[in-house]
């Protein structure tokens, strides 16, 4: 019987994602954090939509596949009758320019709405997260804005036991596996930006919960645990309108090893962008990115992995597709995101 729990937890735990981390890694990461942290709803003037799907690990069976789409605008009349940081009816400045960064200004005080739906696939383990966000968004000086959001909604796990072998089928513990689970899901997250940094500190899961098997043996090694994501990032101008954005990316998430993402892009006016990331004891990453027009930008990524999976691992692809509507003011990149 201890065996096949076990077995059971094994799958749990190694199945959810790399280094036992239960939630999906993001190598584009910069170019949509309100993945991680939802005090981003509502930061751009327009209604952000993204879509993205992550291949990881190609060429090893089971491996995590994980498909998304984000939206999320903001409210306020103040916030959509024009702000501080909006562009004139006519037209304006690139917001990747070192002009638009010596005239920016903090937000007006307004209020963001959002929506997210993540569907991560590992192995026989399918966890698909529904999450309404909302954000709070105020100018704390007259170029710094601090922002503070709250995630709330459901995870839905499912453990396909078709997919898992068992060595005696009668086994009297299997009558414990609930394979197919709704709990609630909570997150937060505090968010401070300017024209040239950001700073930002969330937590997902911050409910535990116990997964498939509710036995005294397994509660403490078969239960979701918080996950606390740092982030940091800066714009430096090499020219009046090519920028290098370094940033960083620390997660926390007992009991592992913390574990860190440095990323390094640069921008080529409002047009397009290159960069490259490291995961640490993971690997390296090459990006790029095209403003497409005002209606459309999209990202793509490739991971080399330099774990010991590079053996059986072809790397990793990640596609982002943004979309920006109600966008009046006709912007082909972020003003308050980089």
């Known amino acids: 019987m201890k065996r096949i729990l076990y077995a059971i937890v094994f799958?749990?735990?190694?199945?959810?994602?790399?280094?036992?981390?239960?939630?999906?890694?993001?190598?584009?990461?910069?170019?949509?954090?309100?993945?991680?942290?939802?005090?981003?709803?509502?930061?751009?003037?327009?209604?952000?939509?993204?879509a993205g799907y992550r291949s990881q690990w190609t060429g090893l069976e089971g491996a995590p596949v994980t498909g998304y789409l984000t939206i999320n605008a903001p409210i306020g009349d103040k916030f959509l009758q024009g702000d501080a940081t909006a562009f004139p009816a006519g037209g304006g400045l690139n917001p990747s320019s070192r002009s638009y960064t010596q005239q920016y200004q903090a937000a007006e005080p307004h209020h963001g709405i959002g929506l997210?739906?993540?569907?991560?696939?590992?192995?026989?383990?399918?966890?698909?997260?529904?999450?309404?966000?909302?954000?709070?968004?105020?100018?704390i000086t007259n170029r710094l804005n601090l922002a503070v959001g709250v995630s709330a909604g459901v995870s839905h796990n499912v453990l396909n036991l078709s997919q898992v072998h068992f060595a005696d089928p009668t086994d009297p513990i299997l009558n414990n596996i609930n394979n197919n689970q709704w709990k609630p899901d909570l997150g937060i997250g505090v968010w401070a930006y300017a024209s040239d940094y950001f700073f930002g500190v969330s937590v997902q899961q911050v409910l535990p919960q116990n997964l498939?098997?509710?036995?005294?043996?397994?509660?403490?090694?078969?239960?979701?645990?918080?996950?606390?994501?740092?982030?940091?990032?800066?714009?430096?101008?090499?020219?009046?309108?090519?920028?290098?954005?370094?940033?960083v990316l620390v997660k926390v998430i007992q009991p592992v090893p913390t574990t860190f993402d440095l990323n390094?892009?640069?921008?080529?006016?409002d047009k397009f962008w290159i960069g490259s990331s490291y995961r640490r004891n993971d690997s390296f990453a090459a990006l790029v990115g095209f403003n497409l027009s005002s209606f459309v930008n999209v990202g793509y990524s490739y991971d080399f992995t330099t774990s010991a999976l590079n053996t059986v691992s072809n790397g990793s692809?990640?596609?982002?597709?943004?979309?920006?509507?109600?966008?009046?003011?006709?912007?082909?990149?972020?003003?308050?995101?980089?």
Not at 18 to 47: C, D, M, R
Not at 317 to 338: A, D
Request: aromatic content about 14%; overall charge neutral.
């Open 264 to 269: 390094l892009k640069m921008s080529f006016q």
């Open 116 to 139: 997210t739906l993540v569907s991560d696939k590992t192995g026989p383990i399918t966890q698909t997260n529904i999450d309404a966000t909302y954000a709070y968004h105020l100018g």
């Open 212 to 247: 498939y098997v509710s036995t005294s043996t397994s509660a403490t090694q078969n239960k979701t645990v918080p996950h606390y994501f740092f982030t940091a990032g800066t714009k430096l101008f090499l020219s009046d309108d090519v920028t290098l954005m370094p940033s």
């Open 317 to 338: 692809h990640e596609i982002v597709i943004g979309i920006l509507l109600n966008n009046r003011y006709k912007v082909t990149c972020p003003q308050h995101t980089f």
């Open 11 to 50: 799958f749990i735990a190694a199945a959810q994602s790399s280094y036992a981390q239960q939630k999906p890694q993001y190598t584009q990461y910069i170019f949509n954090n309100y993945l991680l942290n939802p005090a981003l709803t509502g930061i751009e003037n327009y209604t952000d939509v993204k």
